[in-house]
């Protein structure tokens, strides 16, 4: 038996090598004679790549492009670039995409070919192994402006590529005709006949939970695949983009945002040259979702990839600690990141270099790994549970990491406030989990269905009868009993998940005027309106309440909204009332 089975895998294995000996020579990059372009891929897949677009994606014998634009990259919302305005290069969707002036092999190992694409701003290397259909990629700054939006993408055959897939969705993609059926209601969202919504941002994601994601039918699948991504900007609520409708042509789109504003205040840097984003992996497979979810563990379980071997990229070290509040109690699944350096931008609107986001342990141990040798500042909040009632963040600055060094930063103590808490709705996490709708599938409008007036009895109702969001002209009120007579002042304190202006609230205790929110002094995100449900940037105020305000029996505090624009508002996280 065991001869005979052997003879068989020798049998197979000489299959193998005639099957192998029959293909051309692997990896390949190929200028086109005419002059205007490029071929690269393996024996398997081949794309034809021109001064910005590549076309022609042939694998498993199918162009999977077909009419649609294809592959290409570029940015947005920065200066269009002289470049650009020198040769008059038209731009399909209002991004300024990069022109290719040359494709060179950038390294021939004996296990892949990287050949790098040159742009007067950036480098995209495409690496390629010799029996992998797909590439990985990954890009080099050279001179990019400011921007706010940066981002690779395949647009493909709509006919090969119908469904959308992501850690959060799994869908058909919306009929083109659908759209075109449909009624513009603002920025790329669509109302049907029946009264629904068609809208990209249906498909995004929070970029850091996100496995896999890309566009799949019967035959094909094609996937973005992106591990480590310490080079994406934000912290655990960036959310981005990631499949969907071209509601301009019809075309299947996979996105690549590796640099994203659409659910941000704001997202604009300035790059350092040299600054890499990826390697990602672009994947293509026969549409198994299978097949991509365990190509996905086998890339996670690679980052850091052994072959980008520049300094930069392979010096990489951990961060370890315990947080631990000054109450005593340990900082319990906290949100630990590990971001810019003496920084007053928000941990979410951070993106110049590179960023590490995990959470703590059940006794607050944190450990952070693969860590690009750097300076950064150590922040950390409350993600819940346990210490749900803590609105204080931690931040320590000069956090130095080296190569191949465990910086273990030991017990860690993170400043709060003991005051004594008279009420609090909603867990301080900097989401509207918990909440009517909070957390519900990403869809247009939702807050719509939000009351306009709402009474909310402390002791007798729960954080699922307050709702996600607030934006109809009307009043919250919250309803609560003080046993005794009290001079104290108090402090009420509002925790936002989001807000979209325009919209204004005005607040009050017992008819005291506290504080007003308004649009004018406001810093305002898109999540709301682009079907955000759970976060967009996290706002957070502590209002005094005069001593005298507060009496003995019923008090109320009311939340009126003044100011109303549709779909917008305030995504709420928490509110509570201390004694001072
Ligand atoms: C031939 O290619 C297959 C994959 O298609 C690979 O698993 C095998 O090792 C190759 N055989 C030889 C002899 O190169
Ligand atoms: C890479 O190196 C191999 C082995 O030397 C060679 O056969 C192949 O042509 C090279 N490929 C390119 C694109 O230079
Ligand atoms: C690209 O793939 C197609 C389809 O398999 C094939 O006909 C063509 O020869 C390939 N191009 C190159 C340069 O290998
Ligand atoms: C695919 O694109 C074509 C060309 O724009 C369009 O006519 C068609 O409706 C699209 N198909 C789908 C399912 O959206
Ligand atoms: C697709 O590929 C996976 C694994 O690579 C395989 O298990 C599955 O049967 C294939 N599906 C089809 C429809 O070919
Ligand atoms: C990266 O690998 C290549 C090929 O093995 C080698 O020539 C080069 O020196 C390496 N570079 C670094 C920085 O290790
Ligand atoms: C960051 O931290 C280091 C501590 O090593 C400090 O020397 C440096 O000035 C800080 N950088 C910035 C930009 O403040
Ligand atoms: C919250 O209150 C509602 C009724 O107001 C009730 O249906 C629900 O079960 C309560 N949930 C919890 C977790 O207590
Ligand atoms: C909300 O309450 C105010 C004041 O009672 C009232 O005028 C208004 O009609 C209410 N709005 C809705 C939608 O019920
Ligand atoms: C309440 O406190 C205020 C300010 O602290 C003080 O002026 C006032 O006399 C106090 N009133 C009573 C009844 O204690």
Redesign the pocket.
């Known amino acids: 038996m065991k001869t005979l089975a052997l003879c068989a895998s020798l049998l197979i294995a000489t299959a193998n090598a005639a099957a192998n000996a029959t293909r051309s020579?692997?990896?390949?990059?190929?200028s086109l004679d005419s002059g205007t372009g490029w071929i690269i891929g393996n024996d398997l897949w081949n794309i034809t790549i021109g001064e910005i677009y590549g076309k022609s994606l042939f694998y498993q014998g199918q162009d999977l492009i077909g009419n649609a634009a294809g592959h290409y990259s570029g940015y947005g919302n920065g200066p269009t670039s002289q470049h650009r305005i020198a040769r008059l290069i038209p731009s399909i969707d209002g991004e300024t995409n990069f022109v290719w002036t040359s494709a060179s092999?950038y390294q021939?190992?004996?296990e892949y070919?990287d050949?790098v694409f040159s742009a007067i701003e950036v480098d995209l290397h495409w690496v390629i192994y010799p029996e992998l259909a797909g590439a990985y990629q990954y890009l080099v700054n050279k001179a990019l402006p400011t921007l706010a939006v940066l981002r690779t993408l395949c647009r493909l055959d709509n006919t090969t590529f119908t469904h959308g897939r992501t850690n959060a969705k799994d869908d058909a993609l919306p009929p083109y005709a659908d759209i075109l059926a449909a009624t513009k209601v603002q920025d790329e969202t669509w109302q049907q006949a029946d009264g629904t919504y068609i809208t990209k941002y249906d498909w995004s994601a929070f970029v850091r939970e996100i496995d896999f994601h890309g566009v799949y039918g019967d035959s094909f699948g094609s996937w973005y695949i992106r591990p480590g991504r310490d080079y994406i900007n934000g912290d655990h609520l960036k959310q981005e983009l990631t499949v969907h409708r071209e509601s301009a042509t019809g075309d299947a789109v996979e996105l690549n945002v590796i640099h994203g504003s659409h659910f941000q205040v704001t997202s604009s840097a300035t790059f350092p040259v040299g600054k890499t984003w990826g390697p990602w992996l672009w994947y293509l497979n026969n549409g198994s979702r299978e097949d991509a979810s365990s190509r996905a563990q086998q890339e996670f379980a690679a980052w850091p990839y052994t072959f980008l071997n520049t300094t930069g990229y392979q010096s990489r070290g951990r961060v370890s600690g315990r947080l631990v509040l000054s109450d005593g109690r340990p900082a319990s699944g906290a949100a630990v990141f590990l971001g810019d350096n003496q920084s007053d931008v928000s941990t979410l609107d951070q993106g110049t270099d590179y960023y590490y986001a995990g959470y703590a342990d059940d006794e607050g141990n944190f450990n952070l790994d693969n860590v690009r040798t750097a300076e950064y500042a150590l922040y950390a909040w409350s993600n819940g549970g346990d210490i749900s009632d803590v609105a204080a963040t931690f931040s320590q600055n000069n956090i130095v990491v080296g190569d191949r060094e465990a910086l273990a930063l030991g017990d860690l103590i993170w400043s709060v406030k003991t005051r004594e808490r008279i009420f609090q709705i909603g867990d301080l996490d900097r989401k509207a989990l918990g909440f009517h709708n909070g957390g519900a599938p990403r869809q247009h409008g939702l807050v719509a269905q939000s009351p306009a007036n709402l009474t909310y009895i402390v002791g007798e109702s729960n954080a699922s009868d307050w709702y996600y969001g607030q934006s109809a002209l009307g009043s919250w009120t919250v309803l609560f009993d003080l046993p005794e007579a009290s001079n104290r002042s108090a402090t009420l304190a509002i925790s936002l998940a989001g807000y979209s202006k325009s919209s204004d609230l005005v607040i009050s205790v017992n008819g005291h005027s506290v504080s007003q929110l308004l649009s004018a002094d406001l810093l305002s995100d898109p999540a709301l309106y682009r079907s955000g449900t759970t976060a967009g940037e996290w706002h957070y105020y502590e209002l005094h309440v005069d001593s005298g305000v507060l009496q003995a029996g019923l008090n109320n505090v009311v939340f009126q909204v003044t100011r109303y624009t549709l779909w917008r508002g305030f995504l709420w996280d928490s509110v509570f009332l201390d004694w001072n």
């Not at 020579?25 to 190929?30: A, I, M, V, Y």
């Open positions: 020579s692997g990896p390949f990059l190929k092999v021939n190992s004996s070919l050949v």
